[in-house]
């Protein structure tokens, strides 16, 4: 391969790319927040042994308003990271964060501040995001004191009334009083959501929001959100390992493997139709009551691969070693978020063949073609 | 002829006592457990499975109380004497745990002790139980972590040094590292992501079939279990309200109850569903309403149920012979008239 094709490559993905987001963002409200090109390193050891991990490489979400994007990987994926520096709680390596248009500047504790009031939380484990030692009225409380200009007339008590309502925990005056302890897991988390709200964001991100709570009571938790989303005008990041929920409860999904984003798309194509073969590999690996006599019951087993390394030293895609379709060139060289068809991308050299429908109902600008 | 079960639960009731009166964590459970079989038991948090499992055990410290029933237990080691765990004393219960059941305990982060090298903590169950020479207990060792398929080098890890999924398939070692007749696993991949989730059930069914113990597994996700369990029973607010054949819950559940956890999880083959979930939290087990516990979440309630006696009985026209459900009002595939709670149509 010479410079020149090198130098056209990168024009053409970029304009694809371009073109992907573009088409995505024409169906849903006003642009919330933007991330282009987020990259977080950390650096592991000292000295001689020092290497580079990068946790986030070269990512890039559009939250609209009454959207929700869903964010999907496994453990230390990095999907946590991402929603760590859209928060401002980490600074990214290099790339930017715009909200409403205007760059994100987070230095010093009043900006911070500022920033939280657009851009709001809900933790993974509704046990220990709230203080034992408070009622449910002080986590509520504080957050409007903090974020809200109250008018005249309006007491923070009757916001706060308000809040728990909203997130229907009636009778409120009841609830409120109570402490984290003396409520259920479920009722828990919809404290969490409250004291969100509490602040009026725009953006909302999730972190696993569900994971820790009984099936029974995810639906519940997930359509509160949806709900409050449309009431709310919100825009909200929904950071998941389970991907048949992202089907139901997103508009777009991103896939993360290893701190990149593999795939991306509308939620219920990118489910039914996977390209990218981590994808396709999470997809299968979700219970599947309708496969009688399926992996499961026959006690076969794929052999344990190992895990990919999100070092920077690692050549090649780094889903790699564990990819059935791998080639010598995944090994060196990474593979770029290509368009795979108007509003999808996934980056992935052999899309030929995990995803041969997609690629033949393009016509012509095959993956390959980009690359010659 | 039916197969003799090698574990037998019957009328277990189990109490949590408290100045408050008796919390009734376990009402009256019968369950039986077939040698090479997996039973699923399904619930919600504090619906009492873990309770259940571990009472059964005898692994319950006060305040919980078995107030009655009993457990029965048939190993092939014991020759078909059947033994009544509840009567046993605390030596005969030793040799009892582990070596004929042996548990998987929940999340396998917190069970290995983190100061101790992942070989030592398997010599101590191998050399607690089996009579070997040093030498023998180190070869079984090793040859455990080839069973769950970790590397040899492996052994003079520290469970921090490993990945949640290792640290799983360690438990699991553990739990068979004495050649166990029932194993209890108790929600053994709730913490892990799907594709590793996938991989550990995939290697407790083989190893399941290899070894031919049994399972009891305990979970909140019935997805999972309808791909995995041979039967299940599900749990509610201390009592079993039914019990079948995987497939029977799967395209005839009978209890309102099962209906909803099966409309509670977005599924990803098929056809988008309407997805209802389960309104309302469980109940206080301290108060529990009178005639069936499910009546205030229950899109069919009528007065009828808070009068009925909370038994398990036969349900009408079911393909599965042993499909009991503790509704007897409810007939499989039937709509709510609220619509809440009910399971819209699952493709055949």
Redesign the interface.
């Known amino acids: 391969m010479n410079r020149i094709s090198k130098g056209a490559r990168a024009h053409e993905e970029a304009r694809t790319l371009h073109a992907v987001v573009e088409s995505t963002a024409a169906r849903r409200g006003p642009l919330a927040m933007r991330a282009g090109g987020l990259c977080k390193d950390f650096a592991i050891g000292r000295g001689r042994g020092r290497t580079v991990l990068s946790a986030v490489r070269d990512v890039s979400i559009d939250l609209h308003r009454r959207a929700v994007v869903a964010l999907v990987g ?2 230390g994926s990095g999907k946590s990271t991402v929603a760590k520096l859209l928060a401002g709680q980490e600074q990214p390596t290099r790339g930017s964060i715009e909200l409403e248009g205007a760059p994100v500047e987070v230095s010093g504790r009043r900006a911070f501040r500022a920033y939280k009031s657009h851009v709001q939380m809900v933790f993974q484990d509704p046990f220990s995001s709230l203080n034992p030692v408070h009622t449910v009225r002080y986590h509520l409380e504080r957050p409007v004191r903090l974020h809200r200009a109250l008018g005249e007339g309006v007491s923070a008590e009757d916001v706060v009334v308000g809040l728990a309502e909203q997130v229907r925990l009636t009778p409120a005056q009841q609830f409120l009083a109570k402490y984290p302890h003396e409520l ?4 828990r988390q919809r404290v969490a959501i409250a004291r969100a709200l509490a602040a009026e964001p725009s953006v909302l991100l999730a972190d696993e929001p569900v994971s820790m709570l ?7 938790v997930l ?1 509160l959100i949806s709900e409050l989303r449309d009431r709310y005008d919100l825009a909200v990041l929904y950071i998941t ?5 992202a ?3 997103a508009d777009e999904a991103l896939v993360m493997y290893a701190g990149e984003i593999v795939e991306r798309g509308p939620a ?1 194509a990118v ?1 039914q139709q996977p390209a990218h073969p981590y994808t396709q ?3 299968s ?8 006599g ?11 691969r190992a ?1 990919g390394s999100a070092l920077s030293t690692t050549r090649g895609c780094r889903f790699g070693p564990r990819c059935p379709f791998v080639q010598d060139r995944c090994r060196v060289e990474a593979p770029p978020l290509v368009a795979v068809a108007s509003d999808r991308a996934a980056a992935c050299w052999r899309l030929d063949t995990t995803a041969p429908d997609l690629v033949s109902a393009r016509g012509g600008g095959g993956v390959e073609d980009m690359t010659e | 002829m039916p197969v003799e079960p090698v574990l037998e639960i019957s009328e277990l009731s189990i109490a949590y006592r408290g100045a408050a009166g008796d919390v009734r964590a376990v009402e009256r459970v019968s369950l039986s457990l077939r040698p090479g079989e997996v039973v699923g038991l399904a619930g ?2 504090g619906s009492g499975k873990s309770t259940l499992a571990y009472g059964a055990c005898r692994l319950l410290r006060p305040p919980a109380v078995i107030t009655g029933g009993s457990v029965t237990y048939r190993g092939r080691r014991l020759a078909g004497r059947a033994v009544d765990v509840l009567e046993r004393t605390p030596p005969e219960l030793r040799e009892l745990r582990w070596r004929e059941i042996a548990i998987v305990f929940q999340s396998a982060m917190n069970a290995l002790n983190p100061v101790l090298r992942v070989r030592d903590q398997l010599l101590d169950v191998v050399e607690a139980h089996l009579s070997l020479t040093k030498l023998d207990a180190r070869e079984r060792v090793a040859s455990l972590l080839d069973l769950v ?1 970790i590397p040899r080098d492996r052994l003079r890890s520290y469970p921090h040094e490993l ?2 999924g290792m640290r799983q398939r360690v438990m699991i070692a553990m739990a068979l590292a004495v050649d166990p007749e029932v194993v209890i696993m108790d929600e053994p991949t709730t913490a892990l ?7 550990i ?3 407790i ?2 190893l ?2 290899r070894l031919g113990f049994a399972v009891l597994f305990i979970t ?5 279990l ?3 369990a041979d039967r299940i029973a599900v749990m509610y607010a201390g009592q079993l309200v039914e019990v079948a054949s995987a ?1 029977a819950v ?1 395209h005839g559940p009978a209890h309102p109850y099962t209906q ?2 099966l409309n ?7 056809a ?1 569903r309407e ?5 309302g ?2 109940p206080d087990l301290r108060s529990l309403p009178a005639g069936c516990p499910f009546v205030p979440r229950c899109g069919f309630a009528t007065d009828e149920c808070t009068k009925i006696d909370m038994v398990l009985r036969a349900v009408p026209g079911a393909r599965d012979p042993g499909h009991v459900s503790a509704c007897p009002f409810v007939a499989p595939g039937a709509q709510a008239p609220d619509g809440k709670g009910t399971v819209s149509e699952v ?1 055949s």
């Open positions: 496994e453990s259920s897991g479920g009722q009984d099936v029974s009571i995810r639906l519940e359509g390992h389970d991907i048949a929920s089907r139901y409860f219920e489910t590999l999470l997809v690996s979700a219970p599947d009551p309708d496969a009688l399926s992996v499961l019951r026959s006690g076969t087993r794929e052999a344990t895990s | 919600e948090s398929a990945s949640g992501d799907v594709v590793v989730q996938r991989e059930l995939g290697q069914v083989e399941k079939q909140h996700d019935l997805s999972l309808l791909e995995l497939h799967h909803g956890l509670s999880f977005p599924s990803l083959r098929g988008r997805l209802a979930g389960i309104p939290s469980p493709a």
